[in-house]
């Protein structure tokens, strides 16, 4: 379905469980967990199936963010990492729920950390997956340099020096296969909506001179940081300077081995183990 959080600015929303469950002799409401996909230019696709298995602990909430997917196009002059934080705000108000948990994966971490930075008392919760506090060309080049040899290092260092049709094209080729360390389902990229002005606009813009480790001071509740050892695109080492610039009483780590992208498209089953218990923690 589609929800207004603003006049003209509608989201795509998909829903796995319920938010009140019978408990007894009494209803219990669940917490909601909302999935803010990567890319840019991507949408909530990648999350599905493995997402729905928590639905017996949270309702969870998939996104299209702002101008993505299956939500209406919007103008490149609101393709900000601001708007699309505050959006997270807006169609909470809209759809009543509050204090929720908020996933960003990859690209959705950083609309996640602005999140934390600008609202830290709006979140119950944070996970923190595969994403990085700022660009780092040279990391993702030795990352896929690693995993791929030279060539794959050259198309990612002329992709995100200079995104556009041409590099991505070569990119896609060479590169997007090592995301991740075990072969991935292609139907789940075949059924994605892209739109790939958003992922150049913002590759090319915004995201330069991103430095999102200052915001990150203001946390205010639990973030659990999870980075894959084999990730080519955001290191590890990225994930370890987000998990030392939160406040120490907040913050929690897992580091998967053997693992790239999107930990549980890796490790689903070790995945899942430390999500049940993170989740069950928050009661």
């Known amino acids: ?36 996909h990567g890319g840019p230019g991507f949408d909530h696709t990648g999350f599905k199936p493995f997402f ?39 169609l909470c108000a809209v759809l009543g729920i509050e ?32 994403t990085a506090p700022h660009y780092n060309l040279e990391g993702k080049v030795a990352g896929f340099a690693r995993r791929g040899g030279p060539e ?38 075949a059924s994605m909506v892209f739109r790939p002005e958003i992922l150049f606009h913002s590759a090319g813009g915004e995201q330069r001179g991103m430095n999102l480790l200052p915001g990150l001071a203001r946390v205010r509740c639990p973030v659990l940081v999870l980075a894959g050892a084999e990730d080519p695109v955001t290191p590890i080492d990225d994930a370890e300077l987000i998990h030392a ?12 081995p053997g693992v790239g992208h999107g930990p549980w498209r890796d490790d689903p089953a070790a995945t899942e183990r430390v999500l049940r218990r993170w989740l069950a923690a928050l009661d």
């Open 52 to 90: 729905s298995r928590f639905a017996d602990q949270v309702q969870v909430l998939y996104l299209d963010q702002r101008g993505h997917g299956r939500s209406d196009p919007r103008p490149a002059a609101e393709w900000t990492l601001d708007t699309l934080a505050d959006d997270l705000v807006r």
């Open 99 to 130: 204090r929720p948990i908020v996933l960003g994966q990859s690209f959705g971490g950083y609309v996640v950390q602005r999140y934390l930075s600008r609202h830290p008392a709006h979140p119950r919760a944070a996970v923190l997956s595969s």
């Open 152 to 189: 794959a290092g050259a198309a990612a260092r002329a992709f995100w020096e200079q995104p556009s049709a041409e590099t991505w094209a070569v990119y896609d080729r060479l590169c997007r296969h090592l995301y991740n360390t075990t072969d991935q389902d292609a139907t789940a990229r």
């Open 1 to 36: 379905m589609r929800v207004e959080i603003e006049p003209g600015v509608r989201l795509f929303v998909d829903v796995d469980g319920a938010s009140h469950v019978p408990d007894g002799a009494h209803w219990r409401e669940k917490r909601t967990l909302i999935l803010v």
């Open 245 to 256: 610039a939160l406040p120490a009483p907040w913050r929690q780590i897992e580091r998967f």
